[in-house]
């Protein structure tokens, strides 16, 4: 069994109707985050089961930017629709649809694995080892990170709450983030596009494209500067949830903590590839901040 477009369409299909299942069936009447969490229990279990059947381990990265969106809903649905959550929503929403765009053209549904769990899985060697990696941070963690960073959402107020300046300031930067991410992967995306066009002519490639990787556009100033947009949305939509309690501290700060985490072990691994491939990578790390823009 291969990862395919008619496996991922199964896939989600499950995942579909174990959501549908847990919000419409016997756990209706239980709080978002109790069906949430059901929902994440059952992904789980639904990854793990299609990595084990198709040796592909990129099913989480599928869920990326659809379940938290359907986590967001959730939220909404429970809380009666009230403004501030179905402005969060749609911000998430907004997130989800560009991310999802991103990886589809970049063959996410059509198979494509992401590059860095063969590599890891030949660094760990140990066929147990694997495994119980890919239980316990592919599959579990990971998913527990779409629970953790989405749960500012949850405490939103369930009433037509009015906005503070804190509020709009939030949305603004959520908008500058996103903007930021969506420019960032296109210029990566038509770098990458043209770079694998003129692979064949080797004798000929000149700048970027002969030392292999972007440091152009947004990649002047930051090595990752997708990433920062990334966390810069979550970080945002934190924003505007605490700008309803009159405290910029809450314990669903542990979300975005999270996930700033997650991405900066990332970026560790991705560039002790990237490094090994290029020998001008060295120099570029010199000059533009690993994920925050250095304009020095």
Known sequence: MKANRTTILIFFVMVAILSGFVVIGPFAQESAL??????????????????????DYSWTDRLWSTLPVVFTWIYAYKAGFSTPVVVAALLATLWGARLTFNFARRGGYRGEEDYRWKILKQKIGNPVGWFFFNVFFIAFYQQ??????????????SSNAPFSPLSFIAIFLFICFLSIETIADQQQYTFQQAKYQ?????????????????????????????????????????????SFHGSLLHYTIVGPLLLTLLFIGSTIFT????????????????????ILFRFW
């Open 34 to 55: 109790y069906q949430i969490a059901n929902i994440t229990l059952g992904s789980v279990l639904i990854s793990l089961c299609f990595s084990l059947l198709t040796e």
């Open 144 to 157: 527990f990170l779409f629970i953790a960073f989405t749960s500012p959402i949850g405490i939103l107020p």
């Open 198 to 242: 003129l692979l064949p002519r080797k004798d000929t490639l000149e700048d970027e494209y002969a030392q292999g990787f972007r440091s152009s556009g947004l990649f002047t100033y930051s090595r990752h500067p997708n990433y920062f947009g990334e966390l810069g949305v979550w970080w945002s939509i934190y924003l505007f949830s605490v």
């Open 271 to 290: 560039e002790s590839i990237t490094s090994s491939k290029y020998p001008a990578y060295a120099a570029y790390k010199e000059k533009a901040g690993a």
